[in-house]
């Protein structure tokens, strides 16, 4: 083998799957743009059958978060732009790809921080992580899990770029009955969550178009008007 050739391979490197996670999205729509920005939402995080030894999470259950390395396994295409259009400035200004944390990037990568909820063991599926604020859809690619260390991690002078300009985009959630009554009591607040983020496309603001998201088996309707987004309907299954 050549230099070249050993070079080349070592540059290059084949990646599978550790784990999947089970969210309450089964779309990518209406999933928070961001991984904690809704706490209440809860993932299960199943390891596949090479990575099932007990021994792998030893000590894993003195840190209170975790950092999720993914696929955006929706959006994996052969080309990529160099800019995107962040939706937080309204889908209508291009930042360099490298700046943003958009799925459309040369490796189709994610990166979140969770918090562990708890370890558990399954007879069948060995360990699993229950965790809290995900921002990923239901059975998404898991290829590595990390500890969050806030001595490292943590930096409370940082600067956050463009995503300081408009912080003020939360709505005000309005479930009026029957369709409250619809909702499992366990579920209401991390769909108040999911809502109030504003699952819209960033270039729609139609006040009388009503839009459609599944979460958590609910078929949820929903039309926004201002900063109030009033729900119109929910179907179950």
Sequence with gaps: MSK??????????????????????????GI???????EELEGLIVMEPACRSPEAFRGI?????????WQFSENVRE????????????????MGVFATRSPFRPNSLGLSCVKLLGLEQDDKLGPLLRVAGADLMDGTPIFDIKPYTPLADCRPEARGG???????????????????????E??????????????RPSYQRDSSRIYGMTFAGLEVRFRVEG????VCEIQIG
């Design 32 to 38: 928070p743009r961001q991984s904690g920005l809704v």
């Design 186 to 199: 366990e579920k209401r607040e991390a769909l108040r969550g999911v809502l109030a983020q504003d699952p």
């Design 162 to 184: 463009f995503t300081e300009i408009n912080t003020d985009y939360l709505l005000n959630v309005e479930i009026p009955e029957p369709w409250l009554s619809r909702i499992p």
């Design 61 to 69: 259950e003195g840190f209170s978060h975790l950092w999720l390395i």
């Design 227 to 230: 900063k109030c987004l009033t």
């Design 79 to 94: 080309g990529w732009s160099p800019t995107v259009r962040p939706p937080r400035l309204g889908g209508n200004v291009r």
């Design 4 to 29: 070249n050739e050993n070079t080349e391979n070592m540059e290059r490197m084949e990646i599978h799957p550790i784990a999947h996670i089970h969210t309450d999205f089964p779309a990518k729509f």
